[in-house]
């Protein structure tokens, strides 16, 4: 028992649950009202510029972790303390990688496809050997302990994972739809990349580096890509040929949305368990689910899921940043840096540094050769854009806590001196660029692409996007968070043609809408090709029907 | 690991994940799967009238466990299969209470309130005494084991738990409004009940009972009641206040949703905190949250709300009916009994017959003694509507097994036989209860109170609750499952002067009413109090209001 109080109710004899579970509803009761707390906070500096709701959730979350410090006087053994890797990859990312995949403007995201791929894999590679190398240069020079090739070439795997949670705070998918597409993707394709990176690492002989291993590299990063996207379109295929097959005529919205976020977690449990990228799978399980899930289904079951789905990722990232913030205090981690504080903020300035050396050694190159293929002016990525894209990314969240702990901790402990030092520098440069780089990166956009030429950013899709014909259902979606599911299927079949002429390098996506049309909707289901008149009230419950 | 292909798995090398999380990876695979499965056929056997969701996923459950044992080969070592009191209790039961108080017609509720609380407390206790006193008297004769005398009064508060989960689905709220009303009313008041019995049976000297000891268990009986309702009537107030009061004139309905799905959990563990009854907390949470909370959030809130809290209800009750299947066949409680088969089937049968004994001794005379309050021949409890009380309530389910764990086990395994016989008769009682009397509530309320004289049910309901003005939501809301939020609420309010006339016994509710009107309403909001034009889109987000 971590608390006065605690100790108090253990005295007045716990009925049914036991001992070892009163820990764990003491720490439950504290992040639910501190979720609570944050939404209202959130919700009152919402009209603050430069403040968000993660970074309210991680202030809380930093003195709520000191207080609670403070009340316990450094004792160890207080369990909400420890960061549980199994918690962050089991329960809180899935909700939050499938709502963006969910709520993803789809025909932004597959326009820029190329230059997303680019960015996530060619970018994250660059960053990971720039990182890696600059490690063992700096830090084989200061004394913090024994580390060992493999932990330098994890540096390096760890500061190069973009946090797409991160992203989802600061860029905004309806103001910046090019920027967002691109960050954001990247930070899914990255997700791949570091699996791969990871596996790597462990499996490779690290000393006997030659061809050979790149290509076997290679080649694994793109079985690891084609799997994980065929497995998570195959789940969200299935979710809507069972619901299309079944359900014809007896709508029941409770069993649809439960099938819904079922199959959609079920995809990313199945993709860990087959060694996959399970972020990568939910993500385009959630584009298969937008684009033909959702039209098979009943009115009801479309407002709920839209929400549902993105209530679950709103209180899985503010309770994310909650939780790292009540971890970063953990007295243990830092009880071996307390004696050389100076070399520790040195190695956090070091690793800082690097994340920023590392992502402007891609970004810049690569927006480059992506603006080579691009044929329209409209189309390429201006300089400014350039570096909102460089700053945007620079955020380290949760995935590389989760990966510092797994490198180097056993169960979320750490007793030698290098580990801890790289665990607290994880944990510093987390805190700082999240703090730091989000609260600057809304004020940058506005400085360089002020409201008023905003049109350099959003000609992208402006012209591809006109402004969806309101449906009825208006007035119950649109609540102001923008993300509207449809924008991305409101384009009527009449302006294929005329795209295909004036622009022939979209002619695949033309050839995929003609595929679409033909053999995957009549199948599948999707906006027109459900068995009802389409946007009206399918939901009656009519007997006749059966 | 458990599996063969679990062991393949393990060679590939996991790479995020450690080892010891890969357990729980292929646990939730395999039960996600299955939740699909029970869902899916679940909705193709929904015409038949014997089958329900509950008894498929019981049924699939004994399958898998069966499968998994042959496959195992009868080792101890599969996590999937040991039943957790802390996952039943913290993360399965509160969304299935909760939402039973959601949506819960609440004047047939209250309305039955007096005969709710005679069953519920009076009646548990009746049960209790003669289950405890059949057990000494039948079991000391019979050879299994040490039973002290805590372990014959556990037995009784064991068996005497009505299981509200079972309840909600043999009966059903539209069809008979009011047996469902006294059946599940009972069940949550006897949760109170019991949580009183289990820390009497373990704080009390059971030796020296006397006067003092039985006011005492009166006392506290009383005092939990009232704290734990008002602990969920005053978290849902809270709910309320904080959504009219902050989201006056700009909604957000991700905030809104959380806020309300993070304060009924947080009333649940609150209560179960500060050793209060969890269940009645949240149910009375439910039914505030509801009256109030629910009127003052936009309208795709309402509808996300009303879907998600059904939907995630539906999805704790067939995992939790797929769980007790899937532990029934765990090898190690069965070792114990495989030497004397007929003398465990001897136990079983003992227990179920003083189930049903025990609960005809008090459904009966309490009917009686309610029927002398009622004036009106239409209020009064018929012979036949008796029965079925009597029948409806004879499901053991989870809170019996959680109960006869916690008492029987220590963490989930046992190693004395008499112990072993308990768990095993709890198990067999809990599945044969189930599966049978289950499948028969239906046929037997077809039997006794046949559909063209229904109105000897319906009778109460139908003069109280006038079907309901469609509002322009119905198409949305009326998904054909009954359980219409508002049925309760609807009456206008110049038929209470009528009702005040022709039924004096119906003035609280008149004065509840007034009071609601004049001081709760303009406080918390509610139907008609929200600053909208009520029944109107009230999501606009206009900057304006602001």
Known sequence: ???????????????????????????INIFVTLICACIVIGHLLEENRWMNESITALIIGLCTGFIIRL???????????????????????PPIIF???????????????????????VGTLISFVIISLGAVEFFRKM?????????????????????????????????????????????????????????????????????TVLLKFVANFFYLFASSTLLGALTGLLSAYIIKKLYFGRHSTDREVALMILMAYLSYML???????????????GIVMSHYTWHNVTESSRITTKHAFATLS????????????????DIEKWKFVSDSPGKSLGVSSILLGLVLVGRAAFVFPLSFISNLFKKSQNDKITFKQQVIIWWAGLMRGAVSIALAYNQFTRSGHTQQRGNAFMITSTITVVLFSTMVFGLMTKPLIYFLLPPNSKHLTRSLSVSSEPSSPKSFLSPLLGNGQGSELE??????????????????????????????????????????FVPFVPGSPVERSVPEWE
């Not at 004899?13 to 764990?24: F, I, K, P, Q, V």
């Not at 316990?72 to 990312?93: A, C, P, Q």
């Not at 390096?156 to 739809?177: R, W």
């Open 1 to 27: 028992m971590a608390f006065g109080w605690g100790a108090v109710m253990m005295k007045l004899g716990l009925s049914r649950l036991e001992a070892s579970d009163h820990a764990s509803v003491v720490s």
């Open 71 to 93: 009340a316990t006087r450094g004792k160890n053994n207080s369990h909400i303390m420890v960061f549980s890797e199994d918690l962050f990859f089991i329960y809180v990312l």
């Open 99 to 121: 709502n963006a995949g969910f709520q993803v403007k789809k025909k932004q995201f597959f326009r820029n496809f190329i230059t997303i791929m680019l960015f996530g894999a």
């Open 143 to 211: 004394d913090i302990g024994a580390l060992e090739v493999g932990d330098y070439l994890a540096i390096g795997a760890i500061f190069s994972a973009t946090d797409s949670v991160c992203t989802l705070q600061v860029l905004n998918q309806d103001e910046t739809p090019l920027l967002y597409s691109l960050v954001f993707g990247e930070g899914v394709v990255n997700d791949a990349t570091s699996v791969v990176l990871f596996n790597a690492l462990q499996n490779f002989d690290l000393v006997h580096v030659d061809a």
């Open 271 to 285: 993709a860990e368990l087959l060694n996959l990228s399970g972020i990568l799978t939910v993500f385009f399980c």
């Open 314 to 329: 709103f209180i899985a990232e503010v309770f994310l940043f909650l939780y790292v913030g009540t971890d970063a205090l």
């Open 487 to 528: 924008a991305a299927q409101c384009i009527p079949r009449p302006t294929n043609l005329r795209m295909l002429l004036t622009t022939p390098s979209r002619s695949v996506h033309h050839y995929w809408r003609k595929f679409d049309d033909a053999f995957m909707r009549p199948m599948f289901g999707g906006r027109g």
